[in-house]
């Protein structure tokens, strides 16, 4: 795993909140990318007069408590390969013009030599410096970890689409099959139990239509979280062919977001059984059925296993 002065484990910093040093609830991001509690942002504004400033990097905002409701919970940006030079050289240091050499560990962000005895200075004990090129390798260890997982979530999500799929064919085959079985029993009735036999058929649509909600919901859920999840690995992949500071600008948010992806996915623990429609023949002497139903429709349920190893 990749070492903890660069991300601070996945688990531990990545979703925290560092007021509270708690996982995030209700995250909000500020648009410098970092993400707090919105709790922790109201309180903080209440700490600090009103005035909301960035608990990370100190950066203010003219954002009053009312406004915090309304701030994105994830803030990913584009990889800009304007940030290049013309000669396709890497960033220069926006403050002093210098080469990016160094990497804050604790405001996350790129810094040249200068930053470290000026902006960034270590004695302060608000700022870590390591150099661009640990910084890097560290983001491409941990890269690889999140790139293997998030492909592992797509090939269990695919598994359980496989099912949910399936359902949905022997879902539409039952039904048919009900359908015949109503109808072969109606032919041999008598014309006054048509109607029953009707009334039988309205309830099979309506109990089909029902369970193929449920089946179209998770069919289109389950294909978005693969799309999702395919999405991040391919913005991954182009980080990591990008130059180290371009890449480590945007690599927190897009690692966050990749992670807040693979949780959504193995919150899927298991998948809704569907139930089948079976039509049961009533086998009572004839004359009975002017009085009673013809038949009942009733769900057969399915033991389903999904494999998600």
């Not at 609830?25 to 990318?33: G, I, M, P, Y």
């Not at 960033?91 to 470290?116: A, D, G, N, R, W």
């Amino acid at each position: 795993m990749a070492s903890n002065y660069l991300f601070g484990g996945i688990d531990e910093e990545v979703l925290e909140c560092s007021i509270c040093n708690r996982r995030l609830e209700n995250q909000k991001s500020l648009s410098c990318h970092h993400r707090f509690c919105l709790k922790c942002l109201e309180k903080w504004i209440e700490i600090n007069n009103g005035k909301l400033k960035c608990h990370t990097c100190q950066e203010s905002y003219s954002i009053q408590v009312e406004g915090l409701q309304h701030l994105s919970p994830n803030t990913i940006p584009p990889i800009n390969q304007h940030d290049k030079k013309d000669d396709g050289t890497a960033p220069l240091c926006s403050s002093h013009t210098q080469p990016l050499e160094m990497y804050c560990t604790k405001c996350k962000v790129p810094i040249c030599i200068e930053c470290t005895e000026m902006e960034h200075a270590a004695g302060d004990g608000k700022h870590e410096l390591i150099n661009i090129v640990t910084a890097f390798n560290t983001f491409k260890e941990t890269s690889e970890d999140l790139k293997k997982a998030a492909n592992e979530s797509i090939r269990k999500t695919e598994n359980v689409l496989k099912v949910v799929t399936k359902n949905a064919k022997e879902l539409e085959e039952s039904k048919e099959a009900s359908l015949t079985d109503i109808d072969n029993q109606v032919q041999e009735m008598v014309k006054v139990i048509q109607k029953k036999g009707e009334e039988m058929r309205k309830k099979v649509e309506a109990n089909y239509m029902e369970e193929k909600k449920v089946n179209d919901v998770q069919i289109t859920n389950l294909t978005k979280i693969i799309s999702e999840l395919s999405t991040s690995v391919s913005s991954l992949n182009q980080l990591l062919m990008s130059e180290p500071a371009i890449a480590l600008k945007s690599s927190e948010i897009v690692l966050n977001k990749m992670m807040d992806e693979i949780n959504k996915s193995e919150e899927i623990k298991q998948v809704s059984t569907t139930r089948q429609i079976n039509f049961i023949r009533n086998k009572q002497p004839f004359d009975l059925l002017k009085e009673i139903d013809i038949g009942n429709v009733v769900f057969k349920p399915l033991t389903i296993k999904v494999d998600l190893m």
